[in-house]
């Protein structure tokens, strides 16, 4: 009996996918000071946590599985069609869907260098292979993209703004690329930081989406100050919609997250509030920073990825904002960029303390 009948064998390819790593996060009950997965540092929308708890009664009740209290939320406030809007539980889940419906054996999945890292796991997990394509100046490069296709080519996932770099293509960048690609071609824009572009010739994503058939947008309020709750949203063409409906989970967003994506969708006040508070930081933190030895990525997102001469520099940075409370994400392992440290936008304190900390150490070293 050859091996593999002697206990639950997983499809192939599944144990050579090497398992996300999650920013890391101090000991329970520690004061650190969490840097490391782009949470909102203002917390979230009172309003949202308020229909959060307005829930905690009647949780023996199966949510509406369609999540059209959501779906109607978003529609209203970005001017879309609650009908071609997909809820997910967190943006994971849609894209895990989307990588389901859409790849298979033998098919291959795009993506930037330096692209987010569900995009290897979930275009594995459904059999198919990952391409990685080199960038300009840690930007997603259209022209490589578009010459990286081929026949078997099945979905490019584009992070825009891109995590773990910050930056971002222009919607003529990103029409560039929709143009050049055949038309059964899923562009998937992953739109999770749009919330904090301030980058004139972006967009998120939607226009495009309305326009073609090969377009799907995957959003999330995980950056925004809802990532315990676990809420994702996907816009796209009836028939993409269609086919991620049949599949994803009856339930998949849970009441309490429902109503408190409503809830934070229709407080633009806060979402403003946010936006506004990460642009100032951000702003000063890359000025802050950039000197003779350390380069701060311009970034359109809730981060800076910051890189150091080399990998020594950026462990021994990596180490001494640790051992004063402040966690912040190493992109080597992960991501391939040993000599960078990727830094979420935090509070006015954290952000003094990782420029003062850096400060210092550049001048020692
Ligand atoms: C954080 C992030 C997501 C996923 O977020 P969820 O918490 O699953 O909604 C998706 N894409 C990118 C690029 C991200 O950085």
Request: aromatic letters at 6%; proline letters at 5%.
């Amino acid at each position: 009996m050859s091996d593999d009948r002697l206990r639950p064998v997983p499809q192939p390819g599944i144990l050579d996918i090497a398992p996300y790593v999650p920013g890391k996060s101090g000991a329970p009950g520690s004061k650190s000071i969490k840097l490391s997965s782009n949470e909102s540092p203002l917390g979230a929308s009172p309003k949202a946590i308020e229909a959060f708890r307005s829930v905690a009664d009647h949780l023996e009740i199966y949510p509406e599985g369609s999540s059209k209290i959501l779906r109607e939320a978003l529609a209203e406030v970005h001017g879309l069609d609650a009908a071609r809007i997909v809820c997910g539980n967190g943006s994971d889940d849609l894209l895990h869907l989307i990588a389901q419906c859409y790849l298979g054996d033998g098919d291959e999945a795009l993506m930037n260098q330096y692209g987010f890292s569900v995009y290897p796991i979930i275009t594995r997990a459904a059999g198919a292979s990952i391409v990685l394509v080199d960038e300009t100046d840690y930007t997603a490069d259209v022209d490589a993209l578009l010459a990286a296709v081929t026949d078997k080519t099945k979905i490019i996932w584009l992070a825009n703004p891109n995590n773990p770099t910050g930056t971002y293509l222009s919607d003529a960048e990103v029409r560039r690329l929709h143009a050049g690609l055949r038309p059964d071609i899923l562009l998937v824009i992953d739109s999770a930081y749009a919330e904090y572009v301030t980058a004139a010739d972006y967009t998120v994503g939607s226009d495009l989406v309305a326009e073609a058939e090969n377009v799907v947008m995957v959003r999330t309020f995980s950056k925004m100050g809802l990532a315990a709750a676990r809420i994702g949203w996907m816009v796209g063409p009836p028939h993409v919609v269609d086919a991620i409906n049949r599949i994803r989970g009856p339930f998949n967003v849970n009441l309490p997250a429902q109503l408190a994506g409503a809830a934070a969708t229709r407080d633009v006040e806060f979402t403003a509030r946010l936006k506004e508070f990460n642009a100032e930081w951000r702003d000063w933190i890359t000025t802050e920073l950039t000197s003779n030895h350390i380069y701060v990525v311009p970034s359109q997102a809730n981060f800076v990825l910051v890189l150091f001469p080399d990998a020594e520099h950026a462990a021994l940075a990596f180490e001494t904002l640790m051992e004063r409370g402040l966690i912040v994400r190493e992109v080597g392992k992960s991501y391939g960029i040993p000599h960078g440290l990727r830094i979420s936008i935090g509070s006015e304190q954290a952000m003094r303390g990782v420029v003062g900390i850096l400060k210092a150490l550049v001048q020692i070293s």
